[in-house]
C-alpha cells in the first residue's frame, strides 16, 4: 500500500459551495426539462433556503416557478407575514392551497387532537392537479428522517401521487431522469445532501431573513407528551396543564398545534449554528408530534403522497 | 481561493452480509457524535422489542418498514457526519439485493470507496466485486478495512497476508482498467471501535491513521478535474426579458471540468463555432475564474446559437464529437439490453434518441474475465456500441466522469435502464 502522490495546491470549494452548487443545478435542470414547475414555500427555513437558492439560480431572470403555499390553518402568525412578505420582495406568484377548503367541501375530516399535518397530502395532491405542476421543489432533507435518507433528488409519483421506495429511478453522477407520463409528476429534493446545521450556516453566512419565531422569544409554554408547545389558538393547554413564559425559538415551523419549541438563548443565526453544532437531539425528535405516532410514520405518509 | 469552512467528501460503503458494516458505520456515526440520542433511544427500543441481545446499530442506518420486517437493507441509503475539518456523506449501498447496481450508484459520485472485509475470511468473491466496480466507476480512492480483529486476536500476520492477497486484486485491475486508485488499508475492529475513529491499543503494530483520521486527511481536490481543459455543459439559457437587461442572455451550467476564466476561447459544440467568454455570472457578483463544480452563467462574446445540450469546451483541447459510443454499461432493468433496441441516452445535459448497435461481452467482476455474448441482463456489465441520433461531445470516462457518464432510458416508461461509461 503506497501513500497518496503529493498533490498540488489547487482551488477548492468549501462544503457551502459544493452543496450550494449542486442544489442549483438540480433547479436549472427542472427549469430546463419541465413545463409546469412549482416551488412548494411554507415560509419555514428549508423552504426559504431553497427560495434563496433558486433566486441564485436564475439570476438577473425572475424565478421562472410559481409558489405554492399547503395552509394548514394552524400557522404561526409570523411565519404567514413572512411568507407574503417575501414573496412580493421576489415579485413571486404565490399559490396559496388551504386545508380548511378541502375539509368543508368534506374531502378530509378532521382528527381528534386537531392535528393537520396528515391533512395536507389531500390538499398539496389537489394543488398539484390544479396548477398542472409537473415537477414539485420541496425542502425535505435526507438527515431529517429515515424514509427520507431514501429519497431521490427526483422523485417519482405516479397518478395518484405516491411513493414506492422500493421501486425507485436508481441515480447515478449528476443525471437526473425527469421522464414521466401526463397526470403523474415528480418531487424534486434540491436539498437532499444539507443537514440542519448545513441550512444554518449558510442562513449565517449568506445573511438570509428567516421569521423572527427561530430565534429565542419569551413565550407563554406548557409541556405536553415531553414537548414544549406555544399557547396559540390552535394549542391551547388542558386542564392539568401548567402555563409558564421561558425563553425559547423553534427549530422547525409546521402545524402550530403539535410544533414543539425548544429552550434556547440563540438570539442570531451564528448562535443557532453553535447550538444545533452542540445539540443531541434530532429536529424532528424535538419538535414534531405527529413523527412519533410509530417508527414509519414518515414512510407511510410519504407513500400516500405527503411532502 | 482557500475553502471557507469544511471541505466535502463523499465516500461509498460496500461489504456482505455479515461483515459488520453496519456496524462499522453506526460506530463511526456513534464515535464522532453524529448519533442523536432520540435515534438511539428508538434503536434501543426496537431491538428489545425483537428480543435482540444488543443494540443493533444496524437499525440506525435501515429505515424502510420492508428493510425492518426483512432485516435487510433494499436501496442505497444516505448519512450525513461531520468533524471540524471536514464533512462528510455516507452512500450505504447494500449488499445482496439489487448490488451493482446499488453499488454503481453509490460508486458513481464517489471520491472514495470504503471495501469491508472480515479478517476471519479474507478476501473473498464479494470483496472481488466491490474492488471492481470502484475500479470501473474511477473511485479515485480506496480504503480497505480489514474489519473484525478481534476475532483473530489482533494477529499482524492475518492482516498482512489479507492485505498481500488484495494487493495482488488491484494489480489485477490495474491491468484490466488502467489507472488505479490509491489504496489504503487499515486494520479494525469495529464492535469495540478499534481503528474507527480512535486508535486501537490492541494493535499497537499498527502505526497508519484510524479510518476517520484517513478520512479526514485524504486529498480529493485533484479527484475534481481542476486540472483538465474546461468542460461546460450548458443547462439553461437565461433571459430576463426586463428593461434593466433588455439584451441579456447567459448561459447557465455547472463546470464539469477545468477552469474557465474570462477572455478565455471557447468552442460551441457540437456546432464547432468559437468565441471568447465575454463574463461569467453568479448571483453575488461577476467573477473571473470559474473552477469544476460550481454552477455560474457564462456570456459569451459573439451571438452564437447556443441551446441546452450544447458544450463550451476549451479551445485548445475540446473533446470530439461523435455518433457512435462504444462503452461499459451496468444493465439495470429486468428485460435483457439487446442489439436493435432503440433507447434515449442522456449525456450531461443532452437527451437523444439512441440505437443499440452491438452488444458484444460479458465482464466477469469476479474473475475480470470476459465472455462473448449477444445480450445484457439484470445487473449484468458489458461492452455496448451504441449509435446516436444527433453528435455528443464525449470523452473516455476514464478522462473525465462527467462528460465520459450517460444514462440509458427508456423511451416508453421513462424508467432508467443503465448506466454507460465510454471507452
Given at each position: 500500500m503506497t501513500a497518496a502522490p503529493p498533490t498540488p495546491v489547487l482551488a477548492g470549494l468549501s462544503q457551502l459551495d459544493v452543496l450550494e452548487a449542486e442544489s442549483i443545478h438540480v433547479m436549472r435542470e427542472v427549469a430546463a426539462e419541465f413545463e409546469r414547475p412549482g416551488l412548494l414555500f411554507s415560509g419555514g427555513k428549508d423552504s426559504i433556503v431553497m427560495l434563496h437558492l433558486a433566486q441564485k439560480a436564475f439570476w438577473p431572470a425572475r424565478i421562472p416557478f410559481p409558489l405554492v403555499h399547503v395552509d394548514t390553518g394552524h400557522n404561526f402568525p409570523e411565519v404567514l407575514a413572512f411568507r407574503d412578505h417575501r414573496a412580493?420582495?421576489?415579485?413571486?406568484?404565490?399559490?396559496?392551497?388551504?386545508?380548511?377548503?378541502?375539509?368543508?367541501?368534506?374531502?378530509?375530516?378532521?382528527?381528534?387532537?386537531?392535528?393537520?399535518?396528515?391533512?395536507?397530502?389531500?390538499?398539496?395532491?389537489?394543488?398539484?392537479?390544479?396548477?398542472?405542476?409537473?415537477?414539485?421543489?420541496?425542502?425535505?432533507?435526507?438527515?431529517?428522517?429515515?424514509?427520507?435518507?431514501?429519497?431521490?433528488?427526483?422523485?417519482?409519483?405516479?397518478?395518484?401521487?405516491?411513493?414506492?421506495?422500493?421501486?425507485?429511478?436508481?441515480?447515478?453522477?449528476?443525471?437526473?431522469?425527469?421522464?414521466?407520463?401526463?397526470?403523474?409528476?415528480?418531487?424534486?429534493?434540491?436539498?437532499?445532501?444539507?443537514?440542519?446545521?448545513?441550512?444554518?450556516?449558510?442562513?449565517?453566512?449568506?445573511?438570509?431573513?428567516?421569521?423572527?419565531?427561530?430565534?429565542?422569544?419569551?413565550?407563554?409554554?406548557?409541556?405536553?407528551?415531553?414537548?414544549?408547545?406555544?399557547?396559540?389558538?390552535?394549542?391551547?393547554?388542558?386542564?392539568?396543564?401548567?402555563?409558564?413564559?421561558?425563553?425559547?425559538?423553534?427549530?422547525?415551523?409546521?402545524?402550530?398545534?403539535?410544533?414543539?419549541?425548544?429552550?434556547?438563548?440563540?438570539?442570531?443565526?451564528?448562535?443557532?449554528?453553535?447550538?444545533?453544532?452542540?445539540?443531541?437531539?434530532?429536529?424532528?425528535?424535538?419538535?414534531?408530534?405527529?413523527?412519533?405516532?410509530?417508527?414509519?410514520?414518515?414512510?407511510?405518509?410519504?407513500?400516500?403522497?405527503?411532502? | 481561493m482557500t475553502p471557507l469552512g469544511p471541505d466535502l467528501l463523499r465516500f461509498a460503503t460496500a461489504g456482505s452480509v455479515d461483515d459488520g458494516k453496519s456496524t462499522l458505520i453506526g460506530r463511526l456515526l456513534y464515535d464522532s457524535k453524529s448519533v442523536f440520542q432520540d435515534q438511539l433511544e428508538a434503536v434501543e427500543r426496537t431491538s428489545t422489542d425483537r428480543g435482540d441481545d444488543y443494540t443493533n446499530l444496524a437499525l440506525l442506518t435501515d429505515g424502510l418498514r420492508a428493510e425492518r420486517e426483512q432485516g435487510i437493507t433494499i436501496d442505497v441509503a444516505y448519512r450525513y457526519f461531520s468533524t471540524p475539518v471536514r464533512s462528510f456523506i455516507v452512500a450505504d449501498t447494500p449488499g445482496h439485493v439489487q448490488y451493482t447496481r446499488n453499488m454503481v450508484t453509490g460508486a458513481s459520485t464517489a471520491d472514495l470507496a470504503l471495501v469491508l472485509v472480515d479478517a476471519r475470511k479474507g478476501v473473498i468473491e464479494q470483496t472481488r466485486r466491490h474492488a471492481a466496480l470502484s475500479a470501473l466507476l474511477r473511485v479515485p480512492h480506496i480504503v480497505l478495512a480489514v474489519n473484525k480483529m478481534d476475532l483473530v486476536a489482533y494477529d499482524q500476520g492475518v492482516y498482512a497476508d489479507i492485505v498481500r492477497d488484495f494487493t495482488a486484486l488491484t494489480d489485477d485491475l490495474r491491468l484490466r482498467f488502467g489507472a488505479l486508485p490509491d489504496v489504503t488499508a487499515i486494520p479494525m475492529a469495529a464492535l469495540q471501535g478499534d481503528n474507527v475513529v480512535h486508535r486501537s491499543v490492541a494493535m499497537r503494530w499498527y502505526d497508519g491513521p484510524s479510518l476517520l483520521e484517513h478520512l479526514e486527511g485524504v486529498h480529493v481536490e485533484r479527484d475534481h478535474g481542476e486540472t483538465r481543459p474546461a468542460r461546460f455543459p450548458v443547462q439553461y439559457v437565461i433571459r430576463p426579458m426586463s428593461t434593466e437587461r433588455p439584451d441579456y442572455r447567459g448561459y447557465a451550467g455547472t463546470l464539469a471540468s477545468g477552469t474557465l476564466r474570462v477572455g478565455d476561447e471557447v468552442v460551441v459544440l457540437p456546432s464547432g463555432r468559437s468565441t471568447t467568454v465575454a463574463g461569467i455570472d453568479t448571483f453575488d457578483g461577476p467573477i473571473e475564474t470559474a473552477v469544476a463544480r460550481q454552477a455560474v452563467t457564462v456570456r459569451l462574446a459573439e451571438e452564437l446559437d447556443v441551446s441546452r445540450g450544447d458544450m463550451l469546451a476549451a479551445a485548445a483541447s475540446a473533446p470530439p464529437t461523435s455518433v457512435q459510443l462504444d462503452a461499459t454499461v451496468c444493465w439495470m432493468a429486468d428485460a435483457p439490453l439487446r442489439p436493435g433496441a432503440r433507447v434515449l441516452v442522456k449525456h450531461t445535459t443532452r437527451t437523444v434518441k439512441a440505437i443499440v448497435s452491438a452488444v458484444t461481452d460479458r465482464v466477469d467482476v469476479t474473475s475480470l474475465t470476459s465472455e462473448p455474448v449477444g445480450e445484457l441482463g439484470l445487473n449484468d456489465i458489458g461492452r455496448v456500441g451504441l449509435r446516436v441520433a444527433s453528435p455528443l461531445a464525449v470523452e473516455p470516462y476514464a478522462v473525465d466522469r462527467t462528460t465520459g457518464a450517460f444514462l440509458v432510458v427508456d423511451e416508453a416508461t421513462g424508467t432508467t435502464l443503465g448506466a454507460g461509461m465510454v471507452g
Open positions: 412580493a420582495e421576489l415579485g413571486a406568484r404565490l399559490v396559496v392551497a388551504a386545508v380548511q377548503d378541502d375539509i368543508d367541501a368534506g374531502r378530509v375530516r378532521e382528527v381528534p387532537g386537531g392535528l393537520r399535518n396528515p391533512l395536507q397530502t389531500v390538499t398539496l395532491l389537489r394543488a398539484i392537479e390544479q396548477g398542472r405542476y409537473d415537477a414539485v421543489f420541496g425542502g425535505a432533507r435526507r438527515d431529517e428522517e429515515k424514509a427520507r435518507a431514501k429519497e431521490r433528488f427526483f422523485s417519482f409519483r405516479d397518478a395518484f401521487g405516491q411513493w414506492d421506495p422500493k421501486n425507485q429511478r436508481p441515480e447515478l453522477w449528476n443525471l437526473y431522469n425527469g421522464r414521466h407520463a401526463p397526470g403523474e409528476h415528480i418531487r424534486v429534493f434540491p436539498l437532499s445532501n444539507w443537514t440542519e446545521l448545513d441550512v444554518w450556516r449558510y442562513i449565517a453566512r449568506e445573511g438570509i431573513e428567516v421569521p423572527s419565531i427561530y430565534f429565542a422569544h419569551e413565550r407563554e409554554v406548557f409541556v405536553r407528551d415531553g414537548m414544549v408547545l406555544g399557547v396559540t389558538e390552535h394549542s391551547l393547554p388542558r386542564p392539568g396543564e401548567t402555563v409558564t413564559t421561558r425563553l425559547v425559538r423553534y427549530r422547525t415551523v409546521g402545524d402550530a398545534s403539535c410544533t414543539g419549541a425548544v429552550e434556547s438563548p440563540a438570539r442570531t443565526p451564528e448562535e443557532v449554528v453553535d447550538e444545533v453544532a452542540a445539540t443531541r437531539i434530532t429536529e424532528r425528535g424535538a419538535t414534531r408530534a405527529d413523527d412519533r405516532a410509530s417508527e414509519a410514520a414518515m414512510e407511510d405518509r410519504k407513500k400516500e403522497g405527503y411532502f | -
